[in-house]
Protein backbone atom coordinates (compact mmCIF):
# COMPACT_ATOMS: atom_id res chain seq x y z
CA UNK A 1 0.00 0.00 0.00
CA UNK A 2 3.08 2.20 0.20
CA UNK A 3 2.33 3.56 -3.05
CA UNK A 4 -0.84 3.89 -2.61
CA UNK A 5 -0.76 5.25 0.46
CA UNK A 6 1.56 8.41 -0.71
CA UNK A 7 -0.42 9.46 -3.22
CA UNK A 8 -3.74 9.49 -0.69
CA UNK A 9 -1.64 11.37 0.88
CA UNK A 10 -0.28 13.75 -1.46
CA UNK A 11 -4.16 14.27 -2.79
CA UNK A 12 -5.22 14.94 0.99
CA UNK A 13 -2.68 17.34 1.76
CA UNK A 14 -2.85 19.17 -1.06
CA UNK A 15 -6.34 20.47 -0.07
CA UNK A 16 -5.50 21.83 3.40
CA UNK A 17 -2.37 20.44 6.15
CA UNK A 18 -3.51 17.82 8.21
CA UNK A 19 -2.46 15.51 10.83
CA UNK A 20 -0.94 12.35 10.73
CA UNK A 21 -4.05 11.10 12.73
CA UNK A 22 -6.16 12.89 10.53
CA UNK A 23 -4.55 11.36 7.52
CA UNK A 24 -4.99 8.18 8.80
CA UNK A 25 -8.64 9.24 10.04
CA UNK A 26 -9.81 10.40 6.39
CA UNK A 27 -8.08 7.19 4.62
CA UNK A 28 -10.20 5.13 6.43
CA UNK A 29 -13.25 7.07 5.75
CA UNK A 30 -12.14 6.84 2.09
CA UNK A 31 -10.90 3.55 1.48
CA UNK A 32 -12.53 1.54 4.71
CA UNK A 33 -8.87 0.86 5.67
CA UNK A 34 -6.89 2.88 8.15
CA UNK A 35 -3.05 2.48 7.78
CA UNK A 36 -1.30 1.76 11.25
CA UNK A 37 0.76 4.67 12.56
CA UNK A 38 3.85 2.10 12.00
CA UNK A 39 3.01 2.18 8.16
CA UNK A 40 2.03 5.67 8.33
CA UNK A 41 4.88 7.84 9.82
CA UNK A 42 7.57 5.71 8.20
CA UNK A 43 5.82 7.03 5.03
CA UNK A 44 5.54 10.62 6.14
CA UNK A 45 9.52 10.88 7.03
CA UNK A 46 10.55 9.24 3.45
CA UNK A 47 8.00 11.70 2.07
CA UNK A 48 9.40 14.60 4.11
CA UNK A 49 13.06 13.65 2.60
CA UNK A 50 11.91 13.49 -0.62
CA UNK A 51 10.64 17.05 -0.39
CA UNK A 52 6.79 15.87 -1.71
CA UNK A 53 5.46 17.14 2.04
CA UNK A 54 6.72 19.49 4.69
CA UNK A 55 6.03 19.31 8.33
CA UNK A 56 5.34 22.09 10.98
CA UNK A 57 4.74 21.82 14.71
CA UNK A 58 1.82 23.59 15.97
CA UNK A 59 1.68 22.28 20.09
CA UNK A 60 2.12 18.78 20.36
CA UNK A 61 1.12 18.19 16.93
CA UNK A 62 2.94 17.68 13.49
CA UNK A 63 0.87 19.10 10.32
CA UNK A 64 1.60 18.05 7.19
CA UNK A 65 1.57 19.89 4.05
CA UNK A 66 2.15 19.63 0.32
CA UNK A 67 5.54 21.06 -1.06
CA UNK A 68 5.78 22.35 -4.88
CA UNK A 69 7.91 19.40 -5.51
CA UNK A 70 4.93 17.26 -4.22
CA UNK A 71 2.51 19.03 -6.13
CA UNK A 72 4.33 18.53 -9.60
CA UNK A 73 4.64 14.40 -8.70
CA UNK A 74 0.55 15.09 -7.94
CA UNK A 75 0.26 16.48 -11.07
CA UNK A 76 2.47 13.72 -13.05
CA UNK A 77 0.24 10.96 -10.93
CA UNK A 78 -2.65 12.18 -12.47
CA UNK A 79 -1.83 12.54 -15.78
CA UNK A 80 -1.75 8.64 -15.71
CA UNK A 81 -5.10 8.25 -14.50
CA UNK A 82 -6.18 8.17 -18.18
CA UNK A 83 -3.81 4.83 -18.37
CA UNK A 84 -5.54 3.62 -15.17
CA UNK A 85 -9.21 4.49 -16.26
CA UNK A 86 -8.20 1.96 -19.69
CA UNK A 87 -7.39 -0.42 -17.67
CA UNK A 88 -10.24 -0.55 -15.56
CA UNK A 89 -13.20 -0.51 -18.69
CA UNK A 90 -10.41 -3.32 -20.11
CA UNK A 91 -11.82 -5.55 -16.77
CA UNK A 92 -14.47 -4.27 -16.72
CA UNK A 93 -14.85 -5.22 -20.68
CA UNK A 94 -13.54 -9.13 -19.77
CA UNK A 95 -15.92 -8.88 -15.95
CA UNK A 96 -19.08 -8.40 -18.79
CA UNK A 97 -18.13 -11.24 -20.68
CA UNK A 98 -17.72 -13.65 -17.89
CA UNK A 99 -20.75 -12.69 -16.71
CA UNK A 100 -22.69 -11.88 -18.82
CA UNK A 101 -24.19 -8.73 -17.98
CA UNK A 102 -24.18 -5.51 -19.65
CA UNK A 103 -21.50 -2.39 -18.60
CA UNK A 104 -24.31 -0.82 -16.60
CA UNK A 105 -25.37 -3.77 -14.46
CA UNK A 106 -21.11 -4.85 -13.99
CA UNK A 107 -21.01 -1.60 -12.70
CA UNK A 108 -23.41 -1.68 -10.40
CA UNK A 109 -22.53 -5.19 -9.31
CA UNK A 110 -18.68 -3.77 -8.78
CA UNK A 111 -20.40 -0.86 -6.72
CA UNK A 112 -22.22 -2.86 -4.76
CA UNK A 113 -19.55 -4.95 -3.82
CA UNK A 114 -17.34 -1.95 -3.14
CA UNK A 115 -20.10 -0.44 -0.76
CA UNK A 116 -20.96 -3.99 1.49
CA UNK A 117 -16.69 -4.38 1.76
CA UNK A 118 -16.40 -0.91 3.27
CA UNK A 119 -19.37 -1.61 5.56
CA UNK A 120 -18.13 -5.05 6.65
CA UNK A 121 -14.51 -3.20 7.47
CA UNK A 122 -16.40 -0.99 10.16
Known amino acids: MSGDLKLLILKLVSNKELSG ?37 VGRCKRYSIT ?22 SAISVFCMITGNTE ?11 VKEKRSKH
Open 21 to 57: YDLMKCIMDKTGSKPSPGSMYPVLEEMKQDALISVKA
Open 68 to 89: QDGKEKLDELGKQKDILMKKIK
Open 104 to 114: TECIDILHQSC
